[in-house]
């Protein structure tokens, strides 16, 4: 047989290859290392609505419409300007004079078929008068640039419905993103890597696999394939022994126990099985407790006040506190990592931690099942995969509670305000943030940002503006304004409430990928102010 | 009002011209606002684009929003269907076309009066004659190798005595929610060779693990790619974008897989594992990509201080950024131009040295060559030579102890010096 031959006949075309779709968005799925078939699923069932059709809207729905949102819905009654096509990738030079809103969507389409877009030729203010519920129809409100009175409306219609809102601003180099969010509780928040090899406290299974294997009484070979696990195991248990039961506590305690194991190496035998108990030696000196953020969760209002309107999360932790009352851990992920064996002993070691993790989320389950019958709540909400990925997830869970953009309005905070005019704090997020607040009491007065006017007018705001920072100094803080702020005020009015193409696309970027977050309940949002500045290429992030 | 092409659009500028007619209070004293900047950044300022992939087309589109008008683009990849997920200059009827010229030509069908110049090249085909037209060079790349050598060739081109020789170098990278971008100042700054070592090493196994202990399903495709394609086909080359290629492999390691008891093998993984592919997001390329151009911007018109010089960038968990100087490094082989001390155990031989080179994180020099004042040890090409010096391959390194040793790659344009200890 030939070469080619034999080519053809190992050629053969199965069902394994993925499907177009599978192919196209392939690099965000790839091993479920972005937000795989779950998250994806949940952007493709998302509709979004953004008011302004802006250059910083368009970024924002770009990095939206490319991973293939479900549907996405432009709000403006604006025509488009020769300014807009300058700044705006979405638009071309034939836009100008049509509605903002149908040509950002049509050019937006382009990119992908599978996405449904709208443009809205409509004025926001004018259907919140006629028709508020138009607003709780979508899975998250975007807004850029919008006026105060309007952002307020907005995000409190947003609050009150448990509607994710992101408020987006830019002014030249500066740009903010204000995300209110719905209490947010997040399974599956990526963690870096999920390893419990439970050294400090085995399992009976673990137990047994460890007292198996004798140190002194195998080969050479076998002793450079003992799974490094079982070396600090057997190290930690004896050391326990002399130690009244205490793990190794200071810098001369860590040493002299790697010491002593390292003594167990055969000599003239390359053992990597002993590096890597070297290395991962650190782990054995964690306790095997209940992490501090979990802990933290227990003591959740949320969890006191369960009733059967909760939901399934919380059923959950309710669930996890009781299986860590009962044993002392969380429920075990089931993962190995890759350690110096033969395939055998890997495999064995492997089932070992596998099986214990299906036992545990077994208890889990029937300790939900109790508990949730209380409150006369169906199992059938919690399928197995979900009661699966929080127990493996136990450890990272995250809880973000929102606040709401009116309170940050009805009721400023001083704090922040008064870091932001201080001299003491150098850094500008602080200062950016009040700049901002100016900004907007400004544009409340007068009806346009400060700065978006004609050369020779532009003194005339800076006086206005310091004027309005004056009176902010002085009713909140009884203090002089200080240098950083009136920099970052004057830079921020030089910017005159423009959309730069750069700073659009970073803060694009940025919002892209919260609302992607929130959307996906994947990975961490920030919480719940990010200030960027782009003179000094820095982001920063304050909770209001 | 009605408008179309060819008509002026006196207003295009409007957002940009803000930060243009008047300066701010964190801007150089230098800077000259109005008409002079404008036109040399609308009219004068040559920008090259290397890579036009995710970072290359946000760069590509995000440069002429600015105002620069004379782009060039260099790509020598075509387009593939996985890229239009976050390529968003290419649409499902370009595949298969050069992504410099679809990308290119997209651009100027958008916005007017902006030329882009696609080149469908390597860098390398290319000398110091073409890059020395530009004023700026921003780099969205995802090869190490390819940003190693355009670090070293704009590090060469600098002569001291013409200021013009001196192309300041945006360089961009991403990996999933995490990216970073940088501005380099040819022998100022620290260089990318100097923060090679930050970079995290590719995952590599042992052979022998691969062909005695499998134990994840890596593995079992390494051994299908490494061990079994030569071996079953010792003539044709493994092609990664070939799907026959692909499902052949992935039937060998799911044999292996189910012998070895090792699950988890399928298209995926097998695809991911033999091209090494990132995993890569249309969100995180726009911020590294807007970014860069903002530097671009800063740096052609001075309109503000320009990033100095790195800005790291973490998205998974909040939102990060880590704005820093990245210092130069004393040993760095470009721009620290110092012999470096390198120390040897006595039974080392030859080719353990050729190894370290490979493996520290601070060389990467994948098919290094050597030699000393007194001739070549080793060559990797032509293979007359290579089979002539191969046998010093085997020779102790304790002979050329104190001796100068030259390092040279035919994919870097550097040398390395060396002096074993
Ligand atoms: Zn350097």
Same mark, same amino acid.
């Given at each position: 047989?030939?070469?080619?031959?034999?080519?053809?006949?190992?050629?053969?075309?199965?069902?394994?290859?993925?499907?177009?779709?599978?192919?196209?968005?392939?690099?965000?799925?790839?091993?479920?290392?972005?937000?795989?078939?779950?998250?994806?699923?949940?952007?493709?069932?998302?509709?979004?609505?953004?008011?302004?059709?802006?250059?910083?809207?368009?970024?924002?729905?770009?990095?939206?419409?490319?991973?293939?949102?479900?549907?996405?819905?432009?709000?403006?009654?604006?025509?488009?300007?020769?300014?807009?096509?300058?700044?705006?990738?979405?638009?071309?030079?034939?836009?100008?004079?049509?509605?903002?809103?149908?040509?950002?969507?049509?050019?937006?389409?382009?990119?992908?078929?599978?996405?449904?877009?709208?443009?809205?030729?409509?004025?926001?203010?004018?259907?919140?008068?006629?028709?508020?519920?138009?607003?709780?129809?979508?899975?998250?409100?975007?807004?850029?640039?919008?006026?105060?009175?309007?952002?307020?409306?907005?995000?409190?219609?947003?609050?009150?419905?448990?509607?994710?809102?992101?408020?987006?601003?830019?002014?030249?180099?500066?740009?903010?993103?204000?995300?209110?969010?719905?209490?947010?509780?997040?399974?599956?928040?990526?963690?870096?890597?999920?390893?419990?090899?439970?050294?400090?406290?085995?399992?009976?299974?673990?137990?047994?696999?460890?007292?198996?294997?004798?140190?002194?009484?195998?080969?050479?070979?076998?002793?450079?394939?003992?799974?490094?696990?079982?070396?600090?195991?057997?190290?930690?248990?004896?050391?326990?022994?002399?130690?009244?039961?205490?793990?190794?506590?200071?810098?001369?305690?860590?040493?002299?126990?790697?010491?002593?194991?390292?003594?167990?190496?055969?000599?003239?035998?390359?053992?990597?099985?002993?590096?890597?108990?070297?290395?991962?030696?650190?782990?054995?000196?964690?306790?095997?407790?209940?992490?501090?953020?979990?802990?933290?969760?227990?003591?959740?209002?949320?969890?006191?006040?369960?009733?059967?309107?909760?939901?399934?999360?919380?059923?959950?932790?309710?669930?996890?506190?009781?299986?860590?009352?009962?044993?002392?851990?969380?429920?075990?992920?089931?993962?190995?990592?890759?350690?110096?064996?033969?395939?055998?002993?890997?495999?064995?070691?492997?089932?070992?931690?596998?099986?214990?993790?299906?036992?545990?989320?077994?208890?889990?389950?029937?300790?939900?099942?109790?508990?949730?019958?209380?409150?006369?709540?169906?199992?059938?909400?919690?399928?197995?995969?979900?009661?699966?990925?929080?127990?493996?997830?136990?450890?990272?869970?995250?809880?973000?509670?929102?606040?709401?953009?009116?309170?940050?309005?009805?009721?400023?905070?001083?704090?922040?305000?008064?870091?932001?005019?201080?001299?003491?704090?150098?850094?500008?997020?602080?200062?950016?943030?009040?700049?901002?607040?100016?900004?907007?009491?400004?544009?409340?007065?007068?009806?346009?940002?400060?700065?978006?006017?004609?050369?020779?007018?532009?003194?005339?705001?800076?006086?206005?503006?310091?004027?309005?920072?004056?009176?902010?100094?002085?009713?909140?803080?009884?203090?002089?304004?200080?240098?950083?702020?009136?920099?970052?005020?004057?830079?921020?009015?030089?910017?005159?409430?423009?959309?730069?193409?750069?700073?659009?696309?970073?803060?694009?970027?940025?919002?892209?990928?919260?609302?992607?977050?929130?959307?996906?309940?994947?990975?961490?949002?920030?919480?719940?102010?990010?200030?960027?500045?782009?003179?000094?290429?820095?982001?920063?992030?304050?909770?209001? | 009002?009605?408008?179309?092409?060819?008509?002026?659009?006196?207003?295009?500028?409007?957002?940009?011209?803000?930060?243009?007619?008047?300066?701010?209070?964190?801007?150089?004293?230098?800077?000259?606002?109005?008409?002079?900047?404008?036109?040399?950044?609308?009219?004068?300022?040559?920008?090259?684009?290397?890579?036009?992939?995710?970072?290359?087309?946000?760069?590509?589109?995000?440069?002429?929003?600015?105002?620069?008008?004379?782009?060039?683009?260099?790509?020598?990849?075509?387009?593939?269907?996985?890229?239009?997920?976050?390529?968003?200059?290419?649409?499902?009827?370009?595949?298969?076309?050069?992504?410099?010229?679809?990308?290119?030509?997209?651009?100027?069908?958008?916005?007017?009066?902006?030329?882009?110049?696609?080149?469908?090249?390597k860098i390398q085909d290319f000398g110091?004659?073409?890059?020395?037209?530009?004023?700026?060079?921003?780099?969205?790349?995802?090869s190490v190798e390819a940003r190693r050598w355009i670090n070293a060739t704009?590090?060469n081109?600098?002569?001291?005595? /013409?200021?013009?020789?001196?192309?300041?170098?945006?360089?961009?990278? !991403?990996?999933? &929610?995490?990216? #970073?971008? =940088?501005?380099?100042?040819?022998?100022?700054?620290?260089?990318?060779?100097?923060?090679?070592?930050?970079?995290?090493?590719?995952?590599?196994?042992?052979?022998?693990?691969?062909?005695?202990?499998?134990?994840?399903?890596?593995?079992?495709?390494?051994?299908?790619?490494?061990?079994?394609?030569?071996?079953?086909?010792?003539?044709?080359?493994?092609?990664?974008?070939?799907?026959?290629?692909?499902?052949?492999?992935?039937?060998?390691?799911?044999?292996?897989?189910?012998?070895?008891?090792?699950?988890?093998?399928?298209?995926?993984?097998?695809?991911?594992?033999?091209?090494?592919?990132?995993?890569?997001?249309?969100?995180?390329?726009?911020?590294?990509?807007?970014?860069?151009?903002?530097?671009?911007?800063?740096?052609?018109?001075?309109?503000?201080?320009?990033?100095? /010089?790195?800005?790291?960038?973490?998205?998974?968990?909040?939102?990060? !950024?880590?704005? &820093?100087?990245? #210092?130069? =490094?004393?040993?760095?082989v470009v721009?620290?131009?110092?012999?470096?001390?390198?120390?040897?155990?006595?039974?080392?031989?030859?080719?353990?040295?050729l190894?370290?080179l490979k493996?520290?994180?601070?060389f990467q020099v994948r098919k290094p060559s050597l030699s000393?004042?007194?001739?070549n040890i080793y060559l990797q090409y032509p293979p007359q030579l290579e089979?002539?010096t191969?046998?010093?391959?085997?020779?102790?390194?304790?002979?050329?102890?104190?001796?100068?040793?030259l390092v040279t790659d035919a994919n870097l344009p550097f040398k390395l010096?060396?002096?074993?200890?």
């Open positions: 047989m030939d070469l080619e031959q034999i080519t053809s006949a190992e050629f053969k075309v199965t069902d394994q290859r993925p499907d177009h779709k599978t192919r196209r968005y392939d690099r965000q799925l790839r091993i479920s290392r972005l937000w795989a078939a779950a998250g994806q699923s949940a952007l493709e069932n998302a509709r979004v609505l953004v008011i302004n059709g802006s250059a910083t809207s368009s970024a924002t729905l770009k990095n939206l419409v490319l991973p293939g949102i479900g549907h996405f819905t432009v709000m403006d009654d604006q025509l488009v300007t020769d300014a807009d096509i300058g700044n705006n990738f979405f638009l071309e030079p034939e836009s100008v004079g049509k509605p903002r809103a149908t040509e950002t969507v049509r050019l937006l389409l382009e990119m992908n078929d599978s996405v449904q877009g709208e443009g809205l030729v409509k004025n926001p203010y004018h259907v919140l008068e006629t028709q508020p519920d138009f607003f709780t129809n979508f899975s998250a409100v975007i807004l850029h640039n919008t006026e105060t009175d309007l952002t307020l409306k907005l995000s409190d219609l947003a609050w009150s419905n448990h509607l994710p809102l992101f408020s987006m601003k830019t002014s030249g180099f500066y740009a903010s993103l204000r995300v209110q969010l719905p209490e947010q509780t997040i399974i599956d928040t990526h963690p870096d890597a999920i390893v419990d090899l439970r050294l400090n406290k085995p399992f009976e299974q673990l137990k047994k696999f460890v007292q198996s294997t004798d140190l002194n009484k195998v080969s050479d070979n076998d002793h450079a394939h003992i799974p490094y696990i079982v070396v600090l195991i057997k190290q930690l248990d004896e050391w326990k022994k002399s130690h009244d039961g205490a793990l190794p506590k200071n810098i001369t305690e860590k040493r002299e126990f790697k010491k002593v194991m390292d003594s167990h190496r055969r000599k003239g035998v390359d053992e990597q099985n002993f590096d890597e108990a070297q290395s991962q030696a650190y782990r054995a000196f964690q306790s095997n407790d209940i992490p501090h953020q979990v802990a933290e969760l227990y003591q959740d209002d949320s969890l006191k006040n369960l009733s059967k309107d909760s939901s399934p999360f919380w059923f959950l932790v309710a669930s996890l506190k009781v299986f860590s009352d009962r044993h002392g851990v969380l429920p075990h992920p089931g993962t190995l990592p890759d350690l110096h064996t033969d395939t055998q002993t890997y495999v064995h070691l492997q089932t070992i931690y596998k099986n214990k993790a299906r036992e545990d989320v077994e208890e889990l389950k029937s300790i939900l099942i109790g508990i949730i019958d209380k409150f006369s709540v169906s199992i059938n909400i919690f399928s197995d995969d979900l009661i699966g990925a929080f127990a493996k997830h136990s450890a990272f869970l995250k809880v973000i509670k929102g606040s709401s953009i009116g309170d940050e309005y009805t009721s400023p905070r001083r704090d922040v305000i008064s870091s932001g005019i201080s001299d003491e704090f150098t850094e500008s997020a602080y200062a950016i943030y009040v700049a901002f607040i100016i900004s907007d009491a400004f544009s409340e007065k007068y009806k346009r940002q400060p700065g978006d006017c004609k050369l020779e007018d532009f003194e005339n705001d800076v006086m206005r503006v310091n004027s309005e920072l004056e009176k902010v100094t002085k009713d909140l803080c009884g203090k002089e304004p200080s240098k950083v702020i009136s920099d970052s005020l004057l830079e921020l009015v030089r910017g005159g409430g423009s959309d730069l193409p750069n700073t659009a696309a970073f803060l694009g970027g940025l919002a892209s990928q919260e609302i992607i977050k929130v959307i996906t309940n994947q990975y961490i949002p920030i919480d719940n102010y990010c200030i960027i500045d782009l003179i000094k290429s820095t982001t920063s992030v304050l909770k209001m | 009002m009605s408008h179309g092409n060819g008509q002026a659009h006196t207003q295009t500028h409007a957002h940009v011209d803000k930060v243009l007619e008047k300066g701010g209070p964190f801007t150089d004293e230098y800077f000259q606002a109005g008409k002079d900047v404008k036109k040399f950044l609308r009219e004068q300022c040559k920008v090259l684009i290397i890579g036009a992939g995710g970072l290359g087309c946000e760069i590509v589109a995000n440069l002429a929003l600015t105002g620069f008008s004379d782009l060039h683009i260099i790509d020598m990849d075509t387009i593939d269907v996985s890229n239009l997920n976050r390529q968003f200059l290419f649409r499902s009827s370009d595949v298969g076309k050069s992504k410099a010229v679809a990308a290119a030509d997209f651009v100027m069908k958008r916005i007017p009066n902006v030329k882009v110049t696609a080149h469908h090249n110091d004659d073409f890059y020395m037209q530009f004023n700026l060079v921003v780099c969205g790349l995802d704009l590090y081109m600098v002569d001291d005595d /013409n200021p013009e020789s001196l192309k300041p170098l945006i360089d961009g990278g !991403t990996e999933g &929610f995490k990216g #970073q971008s =940088r501005v380099i100042l040819p022998t100022i700054s620290s260089c990318y060779e100097c923060s090679l070592d930050m970079l995290t090493p590719p995952t590599t196994f042992p052979i022998c693990t691969i062909a005695n202990t499998p134990r994840l399903p890596e593995h079992c495709i390494e051994w299908a790619s490494v061990l079994e394609w030569p071996k079953v086909f010792p003539s044709k080359k493994l092609d990664n974008d070939d799907p026959d290629h692909i499902e052949w492999l992935l039937n060998k390691s799911l044999t292996r897989a189910t012998e070895f008891n090792i699950e988890g093998v399928n298209w995926s993984l097998v695809q991911g594992v033999v091209k090494n592919i990132i995993p890569s997001v249309a969100s995180t390329n726009a911020i590294i990509a807007a970014s860069c151009c903002n530097e671009a911007f800063k740096i052609a018109t001075t309109t503000a201080a320009y990033l100095n /010089n790195y800005m790291m960038f973490i998205g998974n968990e909040g939102v990060f !950024t880590y704005t &820093f100087e990245h #210092q130069k =490094r004393e040993s760095c721009c620290g131009g110092e012999t470096m001390d390198l120390e040897v155990k006595d039974e080392m031989i030859v080719e353990d040295l190894e370290i493996q520290k994180a601070e000393n004042d007194q001739g089979e002539y191969r046998q010093n391959l085997s020779k102790s390194l304790s002979d050329y102890k104190g001796q100068t040793i010096s060396l002096r074993l200890v």
